[in-house]
């Protein structure tokens, strides 16, 4: 692979990125709506399955248009753009599931007390 190549692969790979940033931070305030009752009562495993499985389908319409909107970014793009989307939000939602769930020790440890 010649330097131009490895230039074109960097500046790709920034991009992919940076779609998939914004698109968690679009998509996060529907995706927290939709699971926060189920997922505040789950382990930070069984949140991560049930968080990627009710976003998939937001994450990958929303996708789509952003690469349809990109003039630099092809459908080779969307996949990975999807990917690391949906991780992006795993890991925003396993973070709440974890702050939750020690507010919810506190009281229990108040009340005890």
């Known amino acids: 692979m010649t330097w131009i190549h490895s230039l074109f692969a960097f500046r790709n790979a920034r991009l992919v990125q940076e779609a998939a940033e914004r698109l968690a931070a679009r998509v996060w305030p529907w995706v927290w709506q939709r699971v926060q009752r189920r997922v505040t009562h789950m382990t930070p495993a069984e949140a991560r399955g049930y968080i990627r499985a009710h976003a998939s389908e937001m994450v990958r319409a929303s996708a789509a248009t952003i690469v349809q909107e990109h003039e ?7 996949e990975s753009i999807v990917e690391q989307a949906l991780e992006s939000l795993v890991t925003l939602g396993q973070a709440e599931v974890v702050k939750h769930q020690r507010q919810l020790r506190r009281e229990q440890l108040r009340r005890a007390a």
């Open 72 to 78: 630099t970014l092809k459908e080779w793009a969307e």
